[in-house]
Antibody
Framework: EVRLAESGGGLVQPGGSLRLSCAAS????????MSWVRQRPGKGLEWVANIRQDGGDKNYADSVRGRFIISRDNAMQSVFLQLNSLRGDDTAVYFC????????????WGQGTLVTVSS | DIVLTQSPDSLAVSLGERATINCKSS????????????LAWYQQKDGQPPKLLIY???IRESGVPDRFSGSESGTDFTLTINSLQPEDVAVYYC??????????FGQGTRLEIK
């Protein structure tokens, strides 16, 4: 059974940093792109970033490029999202999701971890 | 970025009736090399992560009931739910993955029981 478990969320002050982790199990992690998607409270889904199987290709939404860094460790079967220079509008539940390619859709999702940016 | 605009924002449908949700793309998401539309539909129930329903605009994900179907006409896409069931209450999102370096979602459509 595919399982994705996010961790690392919490309360952080504006300008601060946080590192999110997503532990994967139940599939061959190194065969899949992975993504982060966020959802602000009461709002819709926003794609944040994705990363290729070998970590050599990474893509970011304009809203986070230059502040967030996606990475992965295939030996640990984990994907990470480093959140820097956090702002109030980064407050959201952050979901980790597996990319199935083709067709490049998110076929499995974690339960999410809440990041709250507030002083 | 490709903008997806869903309509309506919310709708209420009686049990057993049909629900129709629309998604209009600001540009084509049809990849000419394989003649596939790079559009997916997701369902999100309260307090849960999204669930993949449809990809390639009309291909149902494994395990998804056949009352869910997707269709397309140019840059207009439709998710149809036939014979609405209580468990279909959710927010539905379309997603384009044509621009793989800038994936976008529609704003969501909330479906309720009338």
């Amino acid at each position: 059974e595919v399982r994705l478990a996010e961790s690392g969320g919490g309360l952080v002050q504006p300008g601060g940093s946080l590192r999110l982790s997503c532990a994967a199990s139940g599939f061959s992690f190194s065969d899949f792109w992975m993504s982060w998607v966020r959802q602000r409270p009461g709002k819709g889904l926003e794609w944040v970033a994705n990363i290729r199987q070998d970590g050599g290709d990474k893509n970011y939404a304009d809203s986070v490029r230059g502040r967030f860094i996606i990475s992965r460790d295939n030996a640990m079967q984990s994907v990470f999202l480093q959140l820097n220079s956090l702002r109030g509008d980064d407050t959201a539940v952050y979901f980790c999701a597996r990319d199935r390619r083709p067709p490049s859709v998110n076929d499995h999702w974690g339960q999410g971890t809440l990041v709250t940016v507030s002083s | 970025d490709i903008v997806l605009t869903q309509s309506p924002d919310s709708l209420a449908v009686s049990l057993g009736e049909r629900a129709t949700i629309n998604c209009k793309s600001s540009q084509s998401v049809l990849y000419s090399a394989n003649n596939k539309n790079y559009l997916a539909w997701y369902q999100q129930k309260d307090g849960q992560p999204p669930k993949l329903l449809i990809y390639w605009a009309s291909i149902r994900e494994s395990g998804v009931p056949d009352r869910f179907s997707g269709s397309e006409s140019g840059t207009d896409f439709t998710l149809t739910i036939n014979s609405l069931q209580p468990e279909d209450v959710a927010v539905y999102y379309c997603q384009q993955y044509f621009s793989a370096r800038s994936i976008t979602f529609g704003q969501g459509t909330r479906l309720e029981i009338k």
